[in-house]
């Protein structure tokens, strides 16, 4: 039978947002809550079901997962195959959608709810922090203890960092995560996660069910050849943008510099020209995927550039070099 990685997004939200699995969806939200020494929830809806049949290339049917408890919090759950440290801008950023969305015309900030993030990434993020789990709340800037509000909670679980510690405990959200960074010839050393929590068992099976229904894997290759060539055209924007933009700002900065005619004058316009190379990057990259079709949203989560400025990019004429 076919092996299909956990950490795939289209999986991952066939398992965590499918109409059925909410019993599956509980005990991970719980887990990672009861690491925090939060919860338990008692009850999980899910928000945005899953549909088999919504476009791979549409990313926010794609990625997340959102669900409601029974006391009205709201969260949403996504993995994230690849970014940096700004994905926790974007991460912010959605937050704040997800936030203000619960705010009709009309209605008044008691209408608010709390919006929890957890976000399940697969690559290096936080420099300061090597843990597996981070949980960021708003607290007081000399007494952290104090929060100032619970209606803001991002958590971020770092499958990187869960490779270089080996752990043999029993905790849930420990268990879950090793069952969602599993590879091909790792899945028989999970037996006994399997045996020991019936939720994890539970996604095996449903694993095992995702790989024999034909539907679902011509999806998920689908998706699989749509992610990489958003990494190709990503990686050719890039060269083609990096190209431009050094050029143009070794240019401008030695323009810059022999007008000044001094060295601090040089030295101030190779740093000038350095931020408008790498301004002229951003924007070649912008362009060039705009020009094979790509939307603002998915510009701005394989770049880590803000949908915000990446909307300004667009909309701004392009400069005499970059015609």
Not at 68 to 74: A, L, Q
Not at 140 to 164: N, Y
Not at 226 to 241: M, N, Q, R, S, W
Not at 295 to 322: A, F, G, M
Request: aromatic share 8%; glycine share 6%; proline share 4%.
């Amino acid at each position: 039978m076919t092996f299909i990685s956990p950490t795939n997004d289209f999986f991952f939200r066939y398992l965590f947002g499918k109409t059925g699995h909410e019993a599956v969806t509980l005990d991970f939200v719980n887990a990672v809550l009861g690491d925090m020494g939060m919860g338990p929830l008692q009850s999980l809806t899910i928000q945005n079901p899953f549909n088999p049949k919504e476009s791979v290339t549409d990313k926010q049917s794609i990625l997340d997962v959102k669900a409601k408890d029974e006391t009205g919090r709201t969260y949403n759950i996504e993995m994230q195959l690849q970014g940096n440290a700004e994905f926790a801008n974007r991460s912010l950023y959605y937050w704040s959608k997800c936030y203000t969305a619960q705010l009709h015309q009309g209605s008044d900030y008691r209408t608010l709810s709390p919006v929890i993030c957890i976000n399940v990434v697969n690559f290096p993020m936080l420099k300061e922090s090597r843990r597996v789990h981070n949980c960021f709340l708003l607290t007081e800037f000399s007494a952290p203890h104090v929060v100032l509000t619970d209606h803001l909670m991002i958590h971020f679980l770092h499958l990187t960092e869960l490779e270089k510690t080996a752990y043999t405990d029993g905790k849930p959200l420990h268990q879950w995560l090793r069952y969602l960074s599993a590879r091909e010839d790792t899945m028989k050393g999970l037996q006994t996660v399997l045996d020991s929590n019936p939720a994890i068992k539970k996604a095996a099976e449903l694993q095992h069910q995702f790989t024999a229904d034909d539907l679902l894997m011509e999806q998920y290759e689908a998706r699989q050849k749509y992610l990489h060539d958003i990494a190709t055209i990503k990686g050719v924007a890039y060269d083609e943008g990096l190209e431009k933009g050094e050029q143009i700002g070794l240019e401008k900065g030695e323009q810059i510099g022999l007008e000044k005619g001094e060295q601090i004058g040089l030295e101030k316009g190779e740093q000038i020209g350095f931020r408008i190379g790498l301004d002229r990057k951003d924007r070649c990259i912008v362009h060039t995927m705009h020009n094979k079709g790509l939307d603002v949203d998915t510009i701005s989560q394989y770049t880590n550039i803000s949908p915000n400025r990446v909307e300004q990019i667009l909309n701004e004429p392009p400069s005499k070099e970059e015609r």
